[in-house]
């Protein structure tokens, strides 16, 4: 799901691109380190050991607050533009990534 929001984001053009700068879930934030510890592991174990998504090499995926029920919420909402005609590939125009990012 991330990497088709940063891809897309990336893909705006300027103008578009930079209303999303404030938003916080329009970046990977990895998962809670306490609450989430299954979770960051594994984010952590595919990106450091194995190599894989190394768009998020280098961040820190400790997200230090809960983001599991957040990215469920992000998810369903992913998964609807994506049927809309959306997603990897296609990219998600601005006003798709805008109800993404307000998914709750």
């Not at 998504?53 to 990215?71: I, K, T, V």
């Amino acid at each position: 799901m991330y990497r088709g929001i940063e891809d897309s984001l990336a893909a705006l053009p300027p103008g578009q691109a930079e209303q999303f700068a404030e938003s916080y879930y329009a970046r990977f934030h990895g998962f809670d380190g306490n609450e989430e510890a299954d979770h960051y592991s594994v984010a952590n174990f595919l990106v450091a050991k194995l190599d894989l998504f190394q768009e998020f090499a280098g961040r820190d995926l400790n997200s230090h607050m809960p983001m599991l029920p957040r990215y469920g919420r992000m998810l369903a909402a992913f998964e609807e533009e994506r049927r809309a005609g959306g997603g990897p590939g296609n990219g998600l125009s601005a006003d798709q990534l805008h109800r993404l990012l307000a998914a709750d």
